[in-house]
Structure formats: C-alpha cells, structure tokens
C-alpha cells in the first residue's frame, strides 16, 4: 500500500485530526487510536486469507494518520515506512526499500506453537502477528527481517537445578510452495543465582524486550487514559 496523504475518499475514509492543540494534554492519545474499528476486522481478514499489508507512507502532505493503518500492517505481519514529507532526494531509498522487500526469503501462511514444561507457561508474544488461540500465532508472511519474542512465567515455584524444556514449532509454506514444519528445542536450568543468570543473558534481546514492552505499555496508557 502507498499513500502521499490521508484517503479521504471510499469505504473507511481518513478525517484530518492532527490538532497542535492537543499535543501535551490529556486528549493526546486520542491521536494515537484507529479512526476506524474496522480496520482492525479487516486486518484479521487479511491475516485469515494470507495477505499481508505492507505501508509505504510517501507523506507529501506534512500528516499520514500512521495509527489509522498500523492494524492493518501489525495484524498480517507487514511492514511499516514512513518518509515523511517525501521529496524526489528519498526516491533513491524507496528503491532499496522495495528491493530488500521483494527479494528477502520469506515464509508464507506461517502458524506458530510454543509448548513448555510444567510449571512454566505461555504469558504473551511480542511481534507483527495475530494471536489464534490461547497458544497458537499466525501470520501471512514471516521474511528474514522480522522476529517475534514469547515471554513466559511461572506458575509455580521452580525446583533448583531442574531442567525445563521448549518448543517451538513453526509450519510454514516456502517459495517453492511445499508445506513444511520447523521444530526447535531447547532446555533452561532453573537456578536463584543471579550471576548464573546474568551469564545466560543475550544483552541484545533483552534490551529490545524491554524497549517494546515499555513501548507497548506507554501505547496503552495512551489509548486506556
């Protein structure tokens, strides 16, 4: 999808709304909430046919209602790039942009299991998808640039030095069109040691967590009030 302004004309049409007035007030995340609940239907249509929605916000116009159309690129996986006020210097980019998408390896009609031990359980994903089930996810496209992180907990106290196991099984269609299925397993010692733990620990990750989740969180708040 490409836009140079808000679509103001059809089914689901954009109002303007971007009021200078309301930024630092309480009535900020009004701007923040999809103009239309539809959208949100409409991205779990996609998702449920294998479409993914891909943004490409050329803003000509100094305004893109980007939070109208982010159920629509979160819900089926996609992507989101804004350049905003567009001007012929960022052609050059786009191009790129559009040629890492179309050439990346990508997997199509991409369904997701996460089974753990006893003790342990599922608590959420974080990532481009739509959640189907307690435990499944599913997603029209998963490429080489995305990826998704499952937090757990647990629900009881766990038993010092004891093994407890993960799966992740993903089942997928490939390029080529066949249907396939990737397992991976893994296996966490339990220990109340924080310098074992901290050893174990990928910086990485764990600041990327914690960065979307404060992200998501600051989102709620917004939206909640």
Do not use: W
Request: aromatic share 8%; net charge neutral; proline share 1%.
């Amino acid at each position: 999808m490409f836009a140079s302004g808000l679509g103001t004309l059809g089914l689901l049409q954009l109002k303007q709304r971007d009021d200078q007035k309301l930024y630092n007030t309480d009535r900020e995340r009004e701007l923040f909430i999809p103009q239309h609940d539809a959208l949100y239907e409409l991205g779990r249509d996609c998702s449920g046919l294998g479409i993914t929605v891909d943004f490409y916000g050329c803003a000509v116009q100094p305004y893109l209602d980007v939070a109208s159309v982010y159920p629509l690129v979160s819900l089926t996986g996609g992507d989101l790039h804004l350049f905003s006020r567009y001007t012929a210097s960022d052609a050059e980019k786009l191009h790129f942009t559009l040629v890492r998408t179309l050439t990346r390896q990508q997997a199509f009609q991409v369904q997701m299991r996460v089974r753990v031990s006893t003790g342990l359980t599922v608590d959420s994903y974080i990532g481009h998808y739509h959640r189907k089930g307690a435990t499944d996810m599913e997603v029209s496209i998963l490429d080489a640039d995305k990826c998704f992180t499952v937090c757990l907990k647990h629900e009881e106290r766990l038993k010092e030095g004891g093994n407890y196991y993960i799966q992740a099984a993903m089942l997928y269609t490939n390029i080529q069109g066949e249907r396939l299925i990737r397992v991976y397993n893994t296996v966490l010692r339990a220990s109340s040691q924080v310098c074992k733990l901290l050893s174990s620990l990928t910086v990485q990750s764990c600041r990327r967590t914690h960065s979307t989740q404060c992200a998501l969180q600051a989102k709620h708040n917004e939206t909640a009030g």
